[in-house]
């Protein structure tokens, strides 16, 4: 299926699309949607002043809220997510900037809401909650509320801040438009001596590839194009890290790190536990690099060594109709629900599946309350774009389960818990694999595939994790984010995290560059405490059966945020508050290691 040819937009088969005329059959019901949402928008402020008059009144405003924004939601996620298939249609991106100003807007004129809530003292809201019945409904989000009145400013405060937001997202926009759609790639060769574009989508596919001077040309020529523009994106970090300071001091916060993470009430000790657990552990990875090493039989490994499977003569691939009924099969544990719901987003079009000229690069699971939930991926036939696949389905199932089983207020689930159900499916994907693949070479290949894996979720995110909270320490203490500083700071954290056996390669400095996630706020650290939960997890399904599954599916997954997300976790079977997760992580990490080395001592 995947293609030397990058295919423009309307090339791209009918089938292998994303269905979004589920959401507005065309882009003239979306405008009509659009002006009616922006009609209601303006009653938003006669609703500012009158939460004193009573329970009746409270209830008012909160269902106004959760009904507009709602249907901008709606609006948000088509027009996005038609921007995201041809970031060069300028219709899309006009409809993608409208809906954004709009929401804005929104949140501009409801911004007194938060405010004046707290305005109200605790004694009043409880007598709220008596007198109207129907305002149970809110009780857990009117509790996060008030457990943030020290971060709360007053009302006028926070509509300039709220329309303030469109400009403080500059930064972030700028990298998306220049990471997605302007930056250009050099044509490489391939194994045939081709040239191919290299794009975002291909890169891993080079760095794959059985001939070195393949993967060393990729490498060197995506982080060539890179540096041509470093200082263009050392700018847009470092405004988008000042946006987060910024923000922390507004609202009292010690840090911008404290900030994010009391959005989700997590405890800035789970970061720190996660650091640490991960340092201790750091010579398993290191073990597994000089393991690479030997089995490449290299002078030197590179940094683009890291991606060609160990195994030379076992190539796994996998077509996305392959990739579909593998899928299914490896979530049986779960139970034939889960499967069919599975199952109806292949029927009924939920991926966008292909490559093609501007789409944006990468993986994602979207959507909206009252929506399907969508993915867009960039197929490549490879056992990592089924992996991929796995983990975004994980997320829209999720999605699935609380949008139907939650109301809108919390039909959304925390970024804390984001990662687990994703993961969870990709170590469900893996177990399936490894008991009915009976070939030694394609077990160890997979043992490979899911140690690189957990090196990059977790010991890598965990890198990542550290290096997003240096650079904002760094600016906080006043030093400068140029370029070069980056780069250096970037460069020696891979230096500790690598090791001794790997010729760390320059290039890779440029690396904090061209990662969307340090523009999404304190969001990477999550992938790994997130895939700790998911090992947990998955053990118990796999070992416990239907009371981990009954455990998993509703404590957790239709559970939404109607709960503090690390009291979800802990009602699905894990504690997050404790290091234990991660360590124990690690070890299986380690386990599977003496595994691959085993299969490989034997063959």
């Known amino acids: 299926m995947a293609s030397n040819k990058v295919l423009v937009r309307n090339e791209v088969p009918e089938e292998l699309t994303w269905r979004l005329e589920d959401i507005f059959a065309t882009d003239a019901l979306w405008e009509e949607e659009f002006k009616e949402v922006a009609e209601i928008a303006k009653k938003a402020s006669s609703y500012a002043g009158t939460l004193k008059n009573g329970a009746d009144a409270l209830l008012a405003v909160l269902s106004y809220h959760d009904q507009i924004y709602e249907r901008a939601m709606k609006l948000y996620t088509y027009a996005h997510m038609r921007y995201d298939q041809d970031t060069t249609n300028s219709v899309y991106q006009d409809m993608n900037s409208r809906i954004q100003t709009l929401a804005t807007s929104i949140s501009a004129a409801l ?5 004046e809530i707290l305005s109200l003292s605790e004694e009043t ?46 930064a972030s926009n700028t990298f998306g438009m220049l990471n997605n759609a302007d930056l250009v790639f050099p044509k490489v060769k391939n194994e045939d001596g081709e040239e191919v574009q290299l794009t975002h989508g291909n890169y891993i596919k080079f760095l794959e590839s059985k001939d070195r001077s393949v993967r060393e040309n990729a490498f060197k020529a995506m982080y060539e194009t890179y540096g041509h523009f470093k200082n263009t994106f050392s700018a847009t970090l470092t405004g988008n890290v000042k946006k987060h ?37 750091l010579p398993a990875m290191q073990r597994y690099i000089s393991l690479r090493k ?33 899928l299914v099969k490896a979530l049986a544990p779960l139970g034939e629900e889960y499967q069919s719901i599975v199952q109806s987003g292949f029927d009924n079009r939920w991926v966008d599946v292909l490559e093609n000229k501007g789409k944006r690069s990468g993986a994602y699971s979207s959507g909206a309350y009252g929506t399907n939930p969508y993915i867009l991926m960039n197929w490549q036939d490879n056992v990592n774009n089924l992996f991929t696949l ?5 997320h829209s199932v999720h999605s699935y389960y609380s ?31 490894l008991k009915t693949i009976e070939d030694p070479q394609q077990k160890i290949y997979l043992l490979n595939h899911w140690l690189d894996g957990f090196r990059s979720t977790v010991f890598r995110q965990t890198m990542f ?39 760390l390669d320059e290039e890779i400095g440029l690396e904090w560059a061209r990662i969307p996630h340090f523009y999404y706020n304190y969001y990477v650290y999550q992938y790994a405490t997130g895939k700790s939960a998911a090992t947990a997890l998955s053990k118990q399904i796999l070992e416990e059966g239907a009371p981990a599954v009954e455990r998993y599916i509703n404590n957790f997954l239709k559970a939404g945020c109607s709960d503090f997300p690390i009291e ?22 380690e386990e599977r290691l003496d595994e691959l080395e085993k299969l490989l001592l034997n063959n």
């Open 111 to 115: 911004s007194f809401l938060t405010p």
């Open 403 to 433: 949008r139907n089983n939650q109301p809108f207020v919390y039909g959304d689930y925390s970024i804390f818990v984001a990662e687990v159900a994703s993961t969870c499916n990709e170590e469900l994907l893996n177990d399936y694999l």
């Open 568 to 589: 979800v976790l802990k009602a699905a079977g894990v504690d997050m508050n404790v290091a234990k997760p991660i360590d124990d992580a690690c070890k299986v990490f």
């Open 390 to 394: 796995a983990h975004e389905f994980g």
């Open 465 to 503: 994790a550290e290096f997003e909270h240096r650079i904002h320490q760094m600016d906080k203490n006043g030093e400068s984010l140029t370029a070069d500083r980056l780069t250096e700071v970037y460069y020696e954290l891979n230096k500790q995290y690598f090791g001794e056996d790997i010729a």
């Open 294 to 326: 030997k089995l490449l039989g290299v002078d030197e490994l590179h940094m683009w060594d890291l991606f060609v499977p160990l195994v030379k003569e076992v190539e796994m691939k996998v077509t996305y109709d392959e990739a579909k009924d593998i």
């Open 245 to 281: 300071n910024v923000n922390a001091r507004i609202r009292n916060y010690d840090s911008a790190r404290e900030a994010a993470m009391s959005n989700n009430f997590i405890p800035e000790n789970v970061y720190d536990q996660l650091v640490e657990t991960i340092h201790k552990h």
């Open 125 to 170: 809201i409880e007598q709220y909650l008596k007198e109207n019945k129907d305002l149970q409904l809110y009780k857990q989000s009117l509790k996060e509320i008030t457990m943030a009145r020290p971060h709360i400013l007053p009302a006028e405060q926070e509509a300039l801040l709220a329309q303030m937001s469109e400009v403080t997202g500059t």
